[in-house]
């Protein structure tokens, strides 16, 4: 498995600012992907974090509305920009190994926008 | 096609008894199918998986059972525990892509 650490796990934002979550995993992986989770919701898959080059959006997604970094194999960032109350929801990292299928998920980061 | 369909929404089992998810896909392309449980406030974790070559799969307390040619899978949880009481997703997902396609979520209580 892997052991997989987001930052901040919970915040308070106002309509219009930003905010970037950080995901950090304790082993080199393969993939690294954002989700979405409305409370009582599924999992919506935002996009695929590829290193050094572009992410990998998800129809509904927007590179300006959620842009994500991935300099290196166990780090990525999401942003959530101009947020609106819409926008608050749980985001959560996941990663998939070098050589299995399984894919693991951080503890999520709830967001609030108000 | 890409959809994951589970059934049922919500669940309610006596201690000790059997817990039955059920989901269903169309995408043939699938081969990796995985359950998720998570409890409030934590992320999903890898509860069991199965590949589409064998018809069931067997950890502890928790199975899965593959239909190929129905296109369905179901997880079985035996003796259900208080413990056990959480959302369970199931997902699918093919090598290619290795996008997992979660279902809709089946939401566990086991009672004492």
């Known amino acids: 498995s892997a052991v997989i650490s987001q930052k901040p796990s919970r915040d308070i934002c106002q309509r219009g600012t930003s905010l970037t979550i950080q995901c950090q995993v304790d082993s080199q992986v393969t993939m690294m992907f954002w989700y979405r989770q409305q409370p009582g919701q599924s999992l919506t898959l935002i996009a695929t974090a590829n290193q050094g080059s572009e992410a990998t959006y998800e129809s509904g997604f927007v590179i300006d509305k959620f842009p994500i970094s991935r300099p290196n194999l166990t780090f990525s960032t999401l942003t959530v920009s101009n947020m609106s109350p819409e926008d608050s929801s749980i985001y959560l990292c996941?990663?998939?190994?070098?050589?299995?299928?399984?894919?693991?998920f951080g503890p999520g980061t709830r967001l609030t926008v108000t | 096609q890409q959809q994951v369909k589970q059934s049922p929404q919500s669940l309610i089992v006596q201690k000790g008894g059997i817990s039955i998810i059920n989901c269903a896909y169309e995408?043939?392309?699938?081969?990796?199918f995985p359950w998720y449980q998570q409890f409030p406030g934590k992320g999903p974790a890898l509860l069991i998986a199965i590949r589409p070559d064998v018809s069931e799969k067997k950890e502890g307390r928790f199975t899965i059972s593959f239909n190929k040619s129905a296109k369905q899978f179901s997880l079985h949880i035996m003796d259900s525990q208080p413990g056990d009481s959480a959302t369970y997703f199931c997902a699918a997902s093919n090598e290619s892509a290795s996008k997992i396609i979660f279902g809709s979520g089946t939401r566990l209580s086991i009672r004492p």
């Open positions: 995408n043939t392309a699938f081969d990796y």
């Open positions: 996941s990663v998939v190994h070098m050589d299995s299928y399984e894919q693991y």
